[in-house]
T-cell receptor, first 114, second 109 residues
Framework: KAGVTQTPRYLIKTRGQQVTLSCSPI?????VSWYQQTPGQGLQFLFE???????NKGNFPGRFSGRQFSNSRSEMNVSTLELGDSALYLC?????????????FGQGTRLTVV | GQQLNQSPQSMFIQEGEDVSMNCTSS?????WLWYKQDPGEGPVLLIA?????ELTSNGRLTAQFGITRKDSFLNISASIPSDVGIYFC?????????FGAGTTVTVRA
């Protein structure tokens, strides 16, 4: 069974640009969550999508947005990039069966903003 | 989100030693999870705990869900070189994970 797949693995963008990251969950998993990992702030929750709807949101500015497609694949978009957005962006998938279940992470997308 | 207090921050261990790390929180969690992350990779799930008081093992790893639902610990027995990495605890409520800052484990051969 394939794991969580994130593309691209690495990305370099310029301040002010926007970026879209992609996440394909484990087959059969319908919940996708996104996390930002930085040395200073650690792992922080961005948002969660289930059945194409955002179910949960962390404390990030509106420049961070996402969406989920009918096949459960998810994309995350960051607009007007800032230097501080440089981070490892991780997505996690789970089954969402009505109680909290295991979340499995992808390898992440390393975003560098210059 | 809520930050968990994870300790120790780092540890040097001798191959063959048993080690422990723990996480505490001021909030109650439905689930506790332990992950290991290698450089440049995503966190890999080691153990998931669902009930207060639950003790679960996965090979040389043992973890417990605290009775108060506000804490958890992870033990690694008989350390080997491949145990090197960063270990994270995570509390989960409503599919949202709150993470500790991590414990960096380095093994002395």
């Amino acid at each position: 069974k394939a794991g969580v797949t994130q593309t691209p693995r690495y990305l370099i963008k310029t301040r002010g640009q926007q970026v879209t990251l992609s996440c394909s969950p484990i087959s059969g998993h319908r919940s996708v969550s996104w996390y930002q990992q930085t040395p200073g702030q650690g792992l922080q929750f961005l948002f969660e999508y289930f059945s194409e709807t955002q179910r949960n949101k962390g404390n990030f500015p509106g420049r961070f947005s996402g969406r989920q497609f009918s096949n459960s694949r998810s994309e995350m978009n960051v607009s007007t990039l800032e230097l501080g957005d440089s981070a490892l962006y991780l997505c996690a998938s789970s089954t969402r069966t009505g109680r909290d279940t295991e979340a499995f992470f992808g390898q992440g997308t390393r975003l560098t903003v210059v | 989100g809520q930050q968990l207090n994870q300790s120790p921050q780092s540890m040097f261990i001798q191959e063959g030693e048993d080690v422990s790390m723990n996480c505490t929180s001021s909030s109650i969690f439905n689930t506790w999870l332990w992950y290991k992350q290698d450089p440049g990779e995503g966190p890999v799930l080691l153990i998931a705990l669902y009930k207060a008081g639950e003790l679960t093992s996965n090979g040389r790893l043992t973890a417990q869900f605290g009775i108060t639902r506000k804490d958890s610990f992870l033990n690694i027995s008989a350390s080997i070189p491949s145990d090197v990495g960063i270990y994270f605890c995570a509390g989960q409520n409503d599919y949202k994970l709150s993470f500790g800052a991590g414990t960096t484990v380095t093994v002395r051969a």
